[in-house]
């Protein structure tokens, strides 16, 4: 299985093992992830105003490459997929959006929303089955209790990301049955981690995190896996004096899986 990738910012910079992470585990279990040339930042966060079009316009770039390409477009940080799935809804529904992105562009053929969007989490559960990865596991979390961490990303707005059931999602916990471990189910699993006023207001950054985190204790996780990079840094950073260790969901795919651990990794 091929398809076209989209590592984005922060794996290719800040967090680069999560990056090889996803990499060698793609390899180890048949799966070619080709990045596509010269992507651009998704801008992180999706434009909500209709006459935005120019921060539509990486998106839409990284989208005609894979739709040219022939190939699905595959990203693993939740923010990436989600302003990519949302800018692509909108090049296959918004006649005026699609317009002017296609003019400004000058895409041949024009760009209209063809490209599937999965995250990686996606493809391990519909393209290679959790049953593969239970198989392929050498190295299994047993007796590990692992919560997930969903946040807000991933699953909402449910009417336009469709990526799982939005109040009971359950995509990480059969990913972490697969790998061994036992998954935790927490109150907290869903909301926000208040990852994007971590800069802004550091106070109401820890008030949340601290939330998620005590919730994730109380319920006797071991520790957290998210597919969000901020949730990953805002829950470690700010998680409290009682936090649980925080693991991107590539990392430890990788290590069950038995692959070469990259230097740097936990």
């Not at 009417?159 to 939005?166: I, L, Q």
């Amino acid at each position: 299985m091929i398809y076209s990738y989209y590592p984005g910012c922060t794996l290719k910079t800040k967090a680069k093992e999560l990056d090889m992470y996803a990499r060698k585990s793609a390899e180890a279990l048949d799966i070619t992830l080709e990045e596509i040339p010269e992507w651009q930042c998704c801008g992180a966060v999706y434009p909500m105003g209709r006459d935005e079009i120019g921060q539509r316009l990486a998106a839409i770039r990284a989208l005609s490459d894979a739709r040219d390409a022939q190939r699905p477009l595959v990203t693993v940080c939740s923010a990436c997929h989600h302003v990519l799935t949302r800018v692509n809804n909108d090049m296959r529904k918004d006649s005026d959006i699609r317009d002017k992105a296609n003019r400004y562009l000058e895409l041949e053929p024009p760009y209209s929303g063809e490209t599937e969007v999965l995250h990686y989490l996606t493809v391990l559960r519909d393209k290679v089955g959790f049953g593969k990865i239970r198989e392929k596991t050498k190295n299994p979390f047993s007796g590990k209790r692992i919560g997930a961490y969903y946040g807000c990303m991933l699953l909402r707005p449910s009417s336009e990301m469709g990526f799982d059931d939005p109040e009971d999602p359950s995509i990480m916990e059969e990913l972490i049955r697969a790998i061994g471990g036992e998954p935790v189910i927490y109150d907290m699993r869903n909301e926000c981690c208040g990852g994007y006023t971590a800069v802004s207001n550091e106070g109401l950054a820890k008030k949340m995190a601290g939330i998620v985190m005590e919730s994730a204790n109380n319920s006797g996780a071991d520790m957290l896996i998210t597919a969000c990079p901020l949730c990953m840094y805002n829950l470690d950073e700010n998680g409290g004096k009682d936090k649980i260790p925080v693991y991107y969901f590539t990392e430890l795919l990788a290590k069950a899986l038995g692959v070469d651990i990259v230097q740097g990794g936990r």
